[in-house]
């Protein structure tokens, strides 16, 4: 009876564990996110109908479609958390805080259709006191921020790529492995360079309706242990979800429950 009590107890334990992860999951916007992900993939795919031929351009769309397909974003994203993040409780408790609430709205605004489009050609920049400026240095530092906007933009740059491996399918061997992912190794490297150059006057607009109290508790939270084992997750979730350079044979949809 005591071994069955305990295992009891462990079931329910693992079955709340679970649920923390869930919770944790949609807490920190990540189904929104997904949404305004694939807003943007709409509009990538869109930039080439006028510049494909209709039965290529078609084969992109259902190729990108495929990969990015909302349910399969979500199965890897969240088995990617659960499988990089020890304990979902601390980054949970911080996301269903106001502050953290807050944070979420600030973010899922910045990705929102409308506002990519409003600053297509760039953020204007932001006047911010020397202790302001400082408080977002230090979050630029503990957020893996230019490295999350860079697989995002290599997610969206390569809608072609699967349609394009389809049509020449002896373009991989030509390459070669090494070299194919060296080329996307390379091409992300210089990307997360770009996005460092003026991640201080990103971050500022983003989180412009922080007060510099709540800008300090962020950063607070982002440079603790619990913080910073949340984004290290966060960002390997986000790659097993967006699966840049990953075979399709490779991006089978989880299976149910996971």
């Known amino acids: 009876m005591r071994v069955f009590c305990s295992v009891l107890l462990l079931l329910v334990s693992l079955s709340s564990w679970a649920d923390d992860f869930l919770q944790l999951y949609q807490a920190a916007g990540w189904p929104q996110q997904r949404v305004h992900f694939n807003d943007a993939l709409s509009a990538a795919q869109e930039r080439y109908r006028s510049t494909l031929p209709p039965a290529v351009y078609q084969a992109l769309v259902a190729n990108s479609n495929q990969r990015f397909a909302a349910a399969a974003i979500d199965q890897r994203v969240q088995r990617g958390l659960r499988e990089n993040l020890a304990n979902p ?110 991640l201080d006057n990103s971050l500022l607009h983003i989180y412009r309706e922080l007060s510099d109290p709540e800008l300090e508790e962020f950063v607070s939270f982002a440079q603790s242990a619990d913080g910073k084992a949340y984004y290290q997750a966060a960002l390997a979730a986000l790659r097993a979800g967006l699966a840049v350079g990953e075979s399709p044979s490779n991006l089978a949809p989880a299976p149910q429950g996971i």
């Not at 899922?108 to 259709?113: E, G, P, Q, V, Y």
């Not at 349609?163 to 030509?174: E, F, I, N, V």
């Open 89 to 198: 409780a601390p980054a949970l408790g911080f996301f269903q805080s106001p502050l953290g609430r807050k944070i979420v709205e600030a973010e899922l605004l910045a990705s929102r259709r409308d506002q990519l489009a409003k600053y297509s050609n760039g953020l204007p920049r932001v006047e911010a006191d020397a202790t302001r400026r400082l408080l977002i240095r230090h979050l630029a530092q503990a957020l893996p921020a230019k490295e999350a906007a860079a697989e995002v933009s290599l997610a969206l740059a390569g809608v072609a790529a699967d349609s394009l491996s389809q049509m020449l399918p002896g373009l991989p061997g030509l390459l070669g492995g090494g070299s194919a992912q060296g080329m996307l190794n390379g091409q992300r490297q210089r990307l997360m360079e770009q996005i460092g150059a003026d």
